[in-house]
Each structure stands twice: as C-alpha cells, then as structure tokens.
C-alpha cells in the first residue's frame, strides 16, 4: 500500500489525534504522557496513557462493533474471570477527525509470549484451559452471538480464496487436503457457551512464564467452543497441546475442528498481511507449518 498502513482504509491515528480526543473528552487525563504501544493489533490501535491507562481505538471500520462489545461485556465478565482482563475506564464518542468509538482501560502488565521460547509450556497450557473453563462456565443468557463461532463451512470460501493467493508460499495441496477433512467434520452438538474467540499469542500476557492477563474482547460472545482451541496451534508446542486438550476434555472431533479453525485463520491472516504485517504473517506461517506438522503425525 505504500503508506505503513496495514488496510487500504485504515484511518489516520497518531498521538496527536490521541491528545487531542483527550483534551475535548477526558481533560482530567490531557496532560499524561501518551506513548505508542508497538505490540498492538492490526484491527486497533494503542497507545499507553501514562503509567496505568492505555487509549484503543479501531484503526478500520470493521473494528468498531468490536468496541461496543467490550464496552458493554468486559465489566460484567471480568469478575467471573481468573486472570486479569481489561478494565474500561472511559467510553470515548467520535470526534476530532475520529469517526468512531474508542476506549480508556486500564494498563495490563505483563509479555506476550514468544513462540517457542515458553519457559514451561504445559503450565501455560493448564493456565489457558482455566481461563477457557471459567469462561464457558458463565451463563451464556443473553450473550451476544460470538463474533467467531459458527460452522467452519461459512468460511469455506475465504479459505479457498487465501489458498489460491497463496501458492507457491505454503503446500497448497497439503492445506487444502487438511482444509477438506475439517469440512467433513460433524457440526458442533453441544450448547453454545462464552468464547473468547480469538486466544492467539498477541492476545495472552504472561508474568513469569503464567498467565496474567487476557486481551482483546472483540470477538467475544456465545458459540462453538471449537474456536477457543486455536491456541492449541498458535502458541503451544506439541506436548502442551495434549495437556490443552485433556484439560478441555476434548473429543476426537471437536479436536480436529479446532485445528481446522486454526488452519483457516492462519490461511486468511497470511493472505491479508503478508505485504503489510510481517510479524502477523510470520506467526500465520508458523500456525500452518504446525497444523501440517499435527496432521502428518496423526494420519
């Protein structure tokens, strides 16, 4: 694209435009230093508000549901929770150029951690699955559909289209023979339950090799619980994934849908971001190289 964005129409965010909502918004915090963070996602964007806040705001207009759901879900999941989760401080309204809503929360201390280098990864594992456990165990009444969580087929063509922009960068046959026998799968059967929906590497903290916190709420809501396994792929090796999945109490099918969802998230993240998002595509191509890696031991 040529201009550092990561979306053709990403909008126009930087420390001025964070001060300046600050000022007309939240003049009591105006004057705290305002710091861009350089971990943060490819949907929003964040900056660290002195030494215990943090400003998010959506960088592209899909975001933006993603906001009003945090907004109105975290506070009343966050007690539920045995980690720590964001903490909404103050709703910001557009203005200042900004067309949409934004968000005050409090600062999460903590690491993402690096794939590969876990200091002890089946604790992480046990610590994932609590957290998982705690949030399927809420009372999903009321619970807003998941932003993730329906049948792996609605996104059969997304799938296909990422594979054919890919060849020559991944084994497409390999992907696609993978891709087909998830699609084979029965549907998820059970009640649809609280999911986070999008448990990847960017989205845990960790403090001392523990979970401490977990990020982005934008996906979360009531669904399949399949989605929740991604983090199987994405960030634990091999035999911290069976400790996930005895954890989770995991059935055969349910298992291999999980990696399906990870194989066509990974799939679609490294179509889109490849030229704009090295970091983001990187971990895409780890995710696949995993998921190929599971297949050929299980066949």
Same mark, same amino acid.
């Given at each position: 694209?040529?201009?550092?964005?990561?979306?053709?129409?990403?909008?126009?965010?930087? *420390?001025?435009? #964070? =001060?300046?909502?600050?000022?007309? $918004?939240?003049?009591?915090?105006?004057?705290? &230093?305002?710091? +861009? !963070? @350089?971990?943060?996602?490819?949907?929003?964007?964040?900056?660290?508000?002195?030494?215990?806040?943090?400003?998010?705001?959506?960088?592209? *207009?899909?975001? #933006? =549901?993603?906001?009003?759901?945090? $907004?109105?879900?975290?506070?009343?999941?966050? &007690?539920?929770? +045995? !980690? @720590?989760?964001?903490?909404?401080?103050?709703?910001?309204?557009?203005?200042?150029?900004?067309?949409?809503?934004?968000?005050?929360?409090?600062?999460?201390?903590?690491?993402?951690?690096?794939?590969? $280098?876990?200091?002890?990864?089946?604790?992480?594992?046990?610590?994932?699955?609590?957290?998982?456990?705690?949030?399927?165990?809420?009372?999903?009444?009321?619970?807003?559909?998941?932003?993730?969580?329906?049948?792996?087929?609605?996104?059969?063509?997304?799938?296909?289209?990422?594979?054919?922009?890919?060849?020559?960068?991944?084994?497409?046959?390999?992907?696609?023979?993978?891709?087909?026998?998830?699609?084979?799968?029965?549907?998820?059967?059970?009640?649809?339950?609280?999911?986070?929906?999008?448990?990847?590497?960017?989205?845990?903290?960790?403090?001392?090799?523990?979970?401490?916190?977990?990020?982005?709420?934008?996906?979360?809501?009531?669904?399949?619980?399949?989605?929740?396994?991604?983090?199987?792929?994405?960030?634990?090796?091999?035999?911290?994934?069976?400790?996930?999945?005895?954890?989770?109490?995991?059935?055969?099918?349910?298992?291999?849908?999980?990696?399906?969802?990870?194989?066509?998230?990974?799939?679609?993240?490294?179509?889109?971001y490849r030229a704009t998002n090295p970091v983001r595509a990187s971990g895409a191509r780890q995710v696949i190289r995993e998921v190929l890696a599971d297949h050929q031991r299980?066949?």
């Amino acid at each position: 694209m040529g201009t550092g964005k990561m979306h053709e129409d990403e909008a126009d965010i930087d *420390e001025s435009l #964070v =001060r300046r909502l600050l000022a007309a $918004q939240f003049p009591q915090w105006a004057d705290l &230093p305002v710091e +861009p !963070v @350089a971990s943060s996602g490819a949907d929003n964007a964040m900056y660290r508000l002195g030494d215990d806040m943090a400003v998010r705001l959506p960088r592209i *207009e899909w975001a #933006v =549901r993603s906001v009003g759901r945090e $907004q109105e879900w975290l506070p009343r999941l966050a &007690p539920l929770l +045995p !980690v @720590a989760v964001p903490v909404l401080l103050g709703r910001g309204v557009p203005g200042e150029g900004h067309h949409w809503p934004w968000s005050v929360l409090r600062w999460l201390d903590g690491e993402n951690p690096a794939v590969g $280098q876990l200091a002890d990864p089946e604790l992480l594992a046990e610590d994932l699955a609590e957290f998982v456990l705690a949030l399927r165990s809420i009372d999903p009444a009321d619970g807003p559909p998941a932003g993730w969580g329906q049948h792996l087929a609605t996104l059969d063509e997304s799938a296909r289209t990422a594979i054919g922009e890919l060849d020559g960068l991944v084994d497409t046959g390999a992907v696609t023979a993978v891709w087909e026998e998830s699609l084979r799968l029965p549907e998820w059967a059970g009640p649809a339950v609280w999911i986070h929906g999008d448990l990847s590497p960017g989205n845990v903290l960790l403090t001392q090799g523990r979970l401490s916190a977990v990020i982005d709420f934008g996906s979360v809501g009531v669904g399949d619980p399949t989605t929740d396994l991604i983090a199987a792929w994405n960030l634990l090796p091999p035999g911290a994934r069976d400790v996930y999945r005895d954890a989770l109490r995991v059935d055969e099918a349910t298992w291999l849908r999980g990696r399906g969802w990870a194989l066509v998230v990974a799939l679609v993240q490294l179509s889109y971001y490849r030229a704009t998002n090295p970091v983001r595509a990187s971990g895409a191509r780890q995710v696949i190289r995993e998921v190929l890696a599971d297949h050929q031991r299980s066949a």
